[in-house]
């Protein structure tokens, strides 16, 4: 059985630099592991702020003429790129799956989600975005939608592909050239992309990589040529990107974390139910920001709880269940379960009993799904984020509890709402805090042209980030008022 394709040799990542690929001297360097086997597949090198300076270097002289090029012409090169994605679709499924834990179907989803961001950008050049009115007699004013110049994205380890796309593809076609500061724990795809976007036909400069850390990341959020950063992550780290960001001038959107609710009501439908729990506290071993993690079971929910439990256990680890990041995170989360169960929770389905086949991932991080039941609200299994597959049950006796508890999060991401009835649907829908709500859907991510975030604690910053809000982050509106004849009818203006 072979859950996964790892590279053949492990994988040396460098910098993109001015369109070259280049190792930055005397770096530190890091080993990239394998999640499912624990194996070495590649190398990155841990980078200092002077090889972001470099990277800005690299990039002023093509910034400033890719600005000034043409949207329709910008485009083209997008519509390329998005071909070379389709053709190594399966590809960048398998690096994204091998680097990041993932079942290769989930490595895959990522990257097509990636592209439909990519398809939303290629869509910019036959938007309206400009404007123009008069305002007085002969006199104009116009609205023009500019590129920033050098702006930035820093991602984090669980979508390889999917997270980047959600910021470069809008950025670029909208004139900007942009600096990616991949995660350590998955740079090997990030090369990989970073191929694709030289073969589509970037200048030099349009589109640089920068591996490394905190060193790095500090690197861009001081360096003055940088104009925006958009960051997505944990929420600490979210908010010092934020709060460093913006004392440096510049505009960030830094996304965080998530304690995300699936509120499930009696009426709800048990099959419907049961399976978009399940696939949402599962799906890339719950290490996702939509992924679902305290069921809020409003009065008697026994009979769906019954079905959950059933196909929880039945779910094969591997095969059905990717694997954890590393070492440290399978820890904290056996702490988060144990912690939980010493408090009074009941380990309804237990994932540290359940080991993956085959000797080849016998030293891969591995855990099965968890369902604790008789979490009580306020608990840390309640309110912290535990990223990995573990679903807390908390039991409320009315639906405005199970609101008041969704109001204490102190995240904001995602919240669901399984029912069959449409009152209760808008009820939710109008009252939780969270920026994205399901009904009816577990994982409820908004598909292009809507736009993705959330709120509180899961997002620190203005709009959103993929979508007509990521027109905005990436883009400034320039004001430009004319008059080419006098007037004889003065006024204030003309
Ligand atoms: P992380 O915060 O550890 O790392 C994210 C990025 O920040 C990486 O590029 C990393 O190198 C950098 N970084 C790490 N420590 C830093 C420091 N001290 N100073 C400066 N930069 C630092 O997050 P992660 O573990 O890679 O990803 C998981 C987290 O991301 C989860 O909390 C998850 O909910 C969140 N996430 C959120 C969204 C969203 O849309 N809201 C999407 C995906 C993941």
Same mark, same amino acid.
């Given at each position: 059985?072979?859950?996964?394709?790892?590279?053949?040799?492990?994988?040396?990542?460098?910098?993109?630099?001015?369109?070259?690929?280049?190792?930055?001297?005397?770096?530190?360097?890091?080993?990239?592991?394998?999640?499912?086997?624990?194996?070495?597949?590649?190398?990155?090198?841990?980078?200092?702020?002077?090889?972001?300076?470099?990277?800005?270097?690299?990039?002023?002289?093509?910034?400033?003429?890719?600005?000034?090029?043409?949207?329709?012409?910008?485009?083209?090169?997008?519509?390329?790129?998005?071909?070379?994605?389709?053709?190594?679709?399966?590809?960048?499924?398998?690096?994204?799956?091998?680097?990041?834990?993932?079942?290769?179907?989930?490595?895959?989803?990522?990257?097509?989600?990636?592209?439909?961001?990519?398809?939303?950008?290629?869509?910019?050049?036959?938007?309206?975005?400009?404007?123009?009115?008069?305002?007085?007699?002969?006199?104009?004013?116009?609205?023009?939608?500019?590129?920033?110049?050098?702006?930035?994205?820093?991602?984090?380890?669980?979508?390889?592909?999917?997270?980047?796309?959600?910021?470069?593809?809008?950025?670029?076609?909208?004139?900007?050239?942009?600096?990616?500061?991949?995660?350590?724990?998955?740079?090997?795809?990030?090369?990989?992309?970073?191929?694709?976007?030289?073969?589509?036909?970037?200048?030099?400069?349009?589109?640089?990589?920068?591996? &490394?850390? !905190?060193?790095? *990341? +500090? %690197?861009?959020?001081?360096?003055?040529?940088?104009? @925006?950063? $958009?960051?997505?992550?944990?929420?600490?780290?979210?908010?010092?990107?934020?709060?460093?960001?913006?004392?440096?001038?510049?505009?960030?959107?830094?996304?965080?974390?998530?304690?995300?609710?699936?509120?499930?009501?009696?009426?709800?439908?048990?099959?419907?139910?049961?399976?978009?729990?399940?696939?949402?506290?599962?799906?890339?071993?719950?290490?996702?920001?939509?992924?679902?993690?305290?069921?809020?079971?409003?009065?008697?929910?026994?009979?769906?709880?019954?079905?959950?439990?059933?196909?929880?256990?039945?779910?094969?680890?591997?095969?059905?269940?990717?694997?954890?990041?590393?070492?440290?995170?399978?820890?904290?989360?056996?702490?988060?379960?144990?912690?939980?169960?010493?408090? &009074?929770? !009941?380990?309804? *389905? +237990? %994932?540290?009993?359940?080991?993956?086949?085959?000797? @080849?991932? $016998?030293?891969?991080?591995?855990?099965?799904?968890?369902?604790?039941?008789?979490?009580?609200?306020?608990?840390?299994?309640?309110?912290?984020?535990?990223?990995?597959?573990?679903?807390?049950?908390?039991?409320?006796?009315?639906?405005?509890?199970?609101?008041?508890?969704?109001?204490?999060?102190?995240?904001?991401?995602?919240?669901?709402?399984?029912?069959?009835?449409?009152?209760?649907?808008?009820?939710?829908?109008?009252?939780?805090?969270?920026?994205?709500?399901?009904?009816?859907?577990?994982?409820?991510?908004?598909?292009?042209?809507?736009?993705?975030?959330?709120?509180?604690?899961?997002?620190?910053?203005?709009?959103?980030?993929?979508?007509?809000?990521?027109?905005?982050?990436?883009?400034?509106? !320039?004001?430009?008022?004319?008059?080419?004849?006098?007037?004889?009818?003065?006024?204030?203006?003309?």
């Amino acid at each position: 059985m072979s859950l996964v394709q790892l590279p053949k040799a492990p994988f040396a990542c460098k910098n993109l630099i001015g369109g070259k690929w280049t190792t930055p001297v005397g770096a530190s360097v890091r080993e990239v592991l394998s999640p499912h086997t624990g194996e070495v597949i590649g190398h990155v090198p841990m980078s200092a702020a002077s090889e972001v300076e470099r990277a800005v270097l690299g990039a002023r002289e093509a910034a400033e003429l890719w600005r000034t090029t043409p949207m329709k012409e910008r485009t083209q090169r997008m519509f390329r790129f998005r071909e070379l994605l389709e053709k190594n679709l399966d590809e960048l499924g398998h690096s994204a799956a091998a680097e990041a834990g993932k079942m290769f179907a989930e490595g895959r989803a990522g990257v097509l989600k990636g592209i439909e961001v990519v398809e939303f950008a290629l869509s910019i050049q036959n938007l309206d975005i400009g404007g123009s009115l008069e305002v007085s007699r002969g006199v104009f004013c116009e609205y023009r939608r500019e590129g920033l110049g050098i702006v930035a994205g820093i991602t984090p380890f669980n979508f390889p592909a999917m997270v980047p796309m959600w910021m470069f593809p809008i950025a670029v076609v909208l004139g900007n050239s942009f600096l990616w500061k991949p995660s350590e724990k998955v740079p090997i795809t990030a090369c990989r992309l970073g191929e694709l976007m030289l073969e589509a036909g970037f200048p030099e400069g349009v589109f640089s990589i920068v591996h &490394g850390g !905190k060193e790095a *990341v +500090d %690197g861009i959020l001081e360096h003055r040529d940088i104009r @925006a950063v $958009a960051f997505v992550g944990s929420s600490p780290i979210a908010k010092y990107v934020y709060e460093r960001g913006t004392q440096h001038q510049k505009r960030v959107l830094a996304l965080g974390g998530a304690k995300n609710h699936l509120i499930v009501v009696p009426d709800a439908d048990v099959e419907l139910t049961s399976q978009g729990v399940l696939d949402s506290f599962i799906g890339c071993a719950g290490q996702r920001c939509m992924a679902g993690s305290v069921m809020v079971a409003v009065g008697n929910v026994d009979h769906i709880v019954k079905r959950l439990v059933e196909k929880t256990e039945a779910v094969v680890v591997g095969p059905q269940m990717g694997a954890i990041i590393d070492r440290a995170a399978l820890g904290r989360i056996a702490e988060a379960i144990a912690e939980a169960e010493q408090g &009074g929770a !009941k380990v309804i *389905v +237990d %994932g540290r009993t359940k080991r993956v086949e085959g000797a @080849a991932y $016998a030293s891969g991080n591995w855990i099965g799904p968890t369902i604790l039941g008789g979490v009580k609200p306020g608990s840390s299994a309640s309110r912290k984020e535990i990223f990995g597959p573990v679903l807390s049950i908390v039991s409320v006796p009315t639906l405005a509890d199970a609101i008041a508890l969704e109001h204490q999060s102190a995240y904001g991401n995602a919240c669901s709402v399984f029912t069959t009835s449409g009152a209760v649907a808008e009820y939710v829908a109008s009252r939780a805090h969270a920026g994205m709500i399901g009904i009816n859907v577990g994982v409820p991510v908004p598909r292009e042209p809507f736009s993705f975030g959330g709120s509180q604690e899961s997002k620190f910053g203005h709009g959103d980030i993929t979508g007509h809000g990521g027109i905005e982050f990436w883009s400034a509106l !320039k004001k430009i008022t004319r008059k080419w004849q006098i007037q004889s009818d003065h006024n204030w203006m003309s």
